[in-house]
């Protein structure tokens, strides 16, 4: 009976203790802790091999490295077992595996609702940003219907009908800019962005062209200052905020079997990832989620050096691949997250924590 022989100050002490920690249980079960904003980080294409690879990279300094929550997550598509991003984003902004191709439309190419869509109803604050044209698959699954991801100008389209407070990326060409300034947008172009701007609506393109070129390109720190820039301005909402920021050329890094180019897009996207960790991390109510709609070129980490830090790389395709990817989250709420989880429970978990009344979704 050793136990009997401590001082019974401890003993009462580790009654206590035991009787808060299981008090503090229940009351967790009982009642999620739920946070109000909630940022929604997609990295294209990025599996764990281009997130080791980031690490190795920058000596374990990327934020990623910081999550102590982290997750698995199946990212099959309605009708393949391998997803392109029309599906996976539409699982994330929709909760429903619909065919490869389909932007914000279920198996029967009928309109779902999406997350951004019950946070407008809500009048929270809701932003998109990106490092591809805003009618590209990922962010066009977050706003818009359309039977097809090609069907650019329809997508641009649905745009106007969706008051998006804070809109980042490329695309200029397939918008019109004066009905978008009729809708109350400030509408502002130039890679030498005003950071300075600090009105409630804007479009901000890269530049005239389609897309946004890569980092190594010059795109220089775009991303990371257009998600600090979004998240202030919608910080100013009351009611919270819903916001998707996507590492859109990760994915094109891998379609090219470019280790270079993959590597460095992680970088820059994991710089986008510390600007919502620091924020949540002041904040308090923010969720962070991190996590890809699948991965892309079966990237393999054959060889490297610890001490020059290179990597021999391999890659098995110029297409995506099946693998799982990891989901990482930070703040209230964080805790749904882990495990493994299909695609569409990243929907469900999320509208849950923010309260949505899904109905008959
Ligand atoms: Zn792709």
Known sequence: MKFLKQPISLIIALSLLMFNCSAGAKAIDKKIV???????????????AQISAASHYTNGELCLNLFNVIGLVKTSSGNDYITDSAAGATAYSSGVKTYNGAIGVGMDSLPVKTILEYALAQHM????????????????????????????????????????????????PYFDIIKLQQLGYQVSSGNAIQWTMDYP????????????????????DFLVNAT????KTLDQNKNGFFLMVEGSQIDWGGHD?????????????????????????KDGHTL?????????GGLALNHGSLKNHTIEPAYTTGHHTGIMVPIYAY???SELFAGTIENTKVFYNICQLLGFNLGAH
């Open 34 to 48: 739920k946070p109000f904003k909630v940022i929604l980080l997609i990295g294209d294409g990025m599996g764990l």
């Open 125 to 172: 604050g809701t932003g998109l940003v990106t490092t591809c044209s805003i009618t590209h698959a990922t962010p066009a699954a977050f706003f818009s219907h359309q039977p097809s991801r090609s069907m650019d100008a329809a997508i641009a389209n649905d745009l106007y009908s969706h008051p998006i407070d804070v809109v980042i990326g490329g695309g200029k």
């Open 201 to 220: 609506k804007y479009f901000y393109f890269y530049n005239d062209s389609i897309h946004p070129p890569k980092w190594s390109e010059g795109r220089g």
């Open 228 to 231: 600090s820039r979004a998240i």
């Open 257 to 281: 079997n470019d280790f270079d180019y993959t590597v460095k897009e992680t970088i820059d996207f994991d710089k986008a990832v510390r600007a919502a960790y620091e924020f949540a991390k």
């Open 288 to 296: 962070v989620l991190v996590t890809a709609d699948h991965e892309t």
């Open 331 to 333: 703040g209230p709420g």
